[in-house]
Protein backbone atom coordinates (compact mmCIF):
# COMPACT_ATOMS: atom_id res chain seq x y z
CA UNK A 1 0.00 0.00 0.00
CA UNK A 2 0.87 3.86 -0.37
CA UNK A 3 -0.09 6.43 1.72
CA UNK A 4 0.32 10.12 0.73
CA UNK A 5 -0.07 12.82 2.86
CA UNK A 6 -0.42 16.68 1.68
CA UNK A 7 0.43 19.63 3.42
CA UNK A 8 0.54 23.48 2.66
CA UNK A 9 -2.76 24.59 1.96
CA UNK A 10 -4.60 27.66 3.02
CA UNK A 11 -6.11 31.31 2.44
CA UNK A 12 -3.81 33.93 0.84
CA UNK A 13 -5.05 36.86 -1.87
CA UNK A 14 -4.91 37.11 -5.27
CA UNK A 15 -1.38 37.50 -6.53
CA UNK A 16 -0.03 35.63 -3.42
CA UNK A 17 2.16 32.92 -3.38
CA UNK A 18 1.60 29.10 -1.98
CA UNK A 19 3.86 25.93 -1.70
CA UNK A 20 1.97 22.41 -1.60
CA UNK A 21 3.76 19.33 -0.39
CA UNK A 22 3.21 15.31 -0.72
CA UNK A 23 4.92 13.02 0.93
CA UNK A 24 4.72 9.20 -0.09
CA UNK A 25 5.54 6.61 2.06
CA UNK A 26 4.89 2.63 1.88
CA UNK A 27 5.10 0.82 -1.72
CA UNK A 28 7.01 3.59 -3.91
CA UNK A 29 9.21 1.93 -5.68
CA UNK A 30 8.15 1.35 -8.39
CA UNK A 31 6.21 4.38 -9.02
CA UNK A 32 6.18 6.31 -12.13
CA UNK A 33 5.38 9.54 -11.32
CA UNK A 34 3.31 12.07 -9.22
CA UNK A 35 0.24 14.63 -10.03
CA UNK A 36 -1.41 17.12 -8.96
CA UNK A 37 -5.23 17.46 -9.45
CA UNK A 38 -7.91 19.94 -8.10
CA UNK A 39 -11.55 20.67 -7.54
CA UNK A 40 -13.68 23.23 -7.12
CA UNK A 41 -17.05 23.17 -5.90
CA UNK A 42 -19.58 22.20 -8.56
CA UNK A 43 -16.86 21.23 -10.88
CA UNK A 44 -15.10 18.15 -11.74
CA UNK A 45 -11.33 17.08 -10.75
CA UNK A 46 -8.93 18.61 -13.29
CA UNK A 47 -5.41 18.08 -14.11
CA UNK A 48 -2.94 20.57 -12.56
CA UNK A 49 0.53 19.24 -12.79
CA UNK A 50 2.31 16.27 -13.47
CA UNK A 51 6.21 14.95 -13.21
CA UNK A 52 8.03 11.70 -13.43
CA UNK A 53 10.29 10.60 -11.18
CA UNK A 54 12.68 9.09 -13.56
CA UNK A 55 14.09 12.67 -15.63
CA UNK A 56 11.97 14.72 -13.66
CA UNK A 57 9.44 15.78 -17.39
CA UNK A 58 6.85 17.73 -16.16
CA UNK A 59 3.25 18.78 -17.31
CA UNK A 60 1.22 21.34 -16.70
CA UNK A 61 -2.66 22.13 -17.60
CA UNK A 62 -2.16 25.86 -20.14
CA UNK A 63 -4.15 27.73 -17.07
CA UNK A 64 -1.35 27.21 -14.89
CA UNK A 65 2.15 27.10 -17.12
CA UNK A 66 4.24 30.23 -16.06
CA UNK A 67 2.65 30.45 -12.44
CA UNK A 68 3.17 27.04 -11.15
CA UNK A 69 5.68 25.02 -10.57
CA UNK A 70 6.00 20.94 -9.89
CA UNK A 71 9.06 19.54 -8.60
CA UNK A 72 10.35 16.30 -6.87
CA UNK A 73 12.82 15.51 -4.18
CA UNK A 74 13.27 11.71 -5.29
CA UNK A 75 15.61 10.69 -1.48
CA UNK A 76 12.40 12.28 0.55
CA UNK A 77 9.46 11.08 -2.16
CA UNK A 78 7.94 14.35 -1.92
CA UNK A 79 6.51 16.44 -4.20
CA UNK A 80 6.02 20.06 -4.27
CA UNK A 81 4.04 22.87 -6.40
CA UNK A 82 4.71 26.39 -6.42
CA UNK A 83 1.82 28.12 -6.77
CA UNK A 84 2.80 31.99 -7.44
CA UNK A 85 0.65 34.82 -8.83
CA UNK A 86 -2.55 32.96 -7.25
CA UNK A 87 -5.78 34.12 -8.86
CA UNK A 88 -9.18 33.39 -7.23
CA UNK A 89 -10.70 30.55 -9.70
CA UNK A 90 -7.21 28.79 -8.31
CA UNK A 91 -9.80 28.43 -5.06
CA UNK A 92 -10.11 24.53 -4.77
CA UNK A 93 -9.15 21.40 -3.04
CA UNK A 94 -5.89 20.26 -4.62
CA UNK A 95 -5.23 16.39 -4.60
CA UNK A 96 -1.52 14.48 -5.27
CA UNK A 97 -1.52 11.28 -6.72
CA UNK A 98 0.53 8.49 -7.53
CA UNK A 99 0.61 6.96 -10.98
CA UNK A 100 2.70 3.46 -11.16
CA UNK A 101 2.07 3.76 -14.89
CA UNK A 102 -0.11 5.80 -17.49
CA UNK A 103 -2.72 4.04 -18.54
CA UNK A 104 -3.23 2.61 -22.19
CA UNK A 105 -5.21 5.87 -23.98
CA UNK A 106 -4.81 8.30 -20.55
CA UNK A 107 -1.11 10.06 -19.98
CA UNK A 108 -0.27 11.76 -17.09
CA UNK A 109 -3.08 14.42 -17.34
CA UNK A 110 -6.04 11.82 -16.48
CA UNK A 111 -7.13 11.07 -13.38
CA UNK A 112 -7.28 7.18 -14.96
CA UNK A 113 -3.59 7.01 -14.77
CA UNK A 114 -3.36 7.32 -11.23
CA UNK A 115 -3.04 4.52 -8.78
CA UNK A 116 -3.30 6.40 -5.46
CA UNK A 117 -5.03 9.75 -4.36
CA UNK A 118 -3.76 12.20 -1.31
CA UNK A 119 -6.58 13.40 1.28
CA UNK A 120 -6.69 16.68 -0.28
CA UNK A 121 -5.72 19.91 1.18
CA UNK A 122 -7.47 23.02 0.41
CA UNK A 123 -6.20 26.47 -0.93
CA UNK A 124 -8.62 29.16 -1.11
CA UNK A 125 -7.85 32.46 -2.69
CA UNK A 126 -9.55 35.32 -1.80
CA UNK A 127 -10.21 38.23 -4.16
Known amino acids: QVQLVESGGGLVQAGGSLRLSCAAS????????MGWFRQAPGKEREFVAAIRWSGGTTYYVDSVKGRFTISRDNAKKTVYLQMNSLKFEDTAVYYCGLSNGPRVGAGLRSGASYDYWGQGTQVTVSS
Open 26 to 33: GRTLSSYA
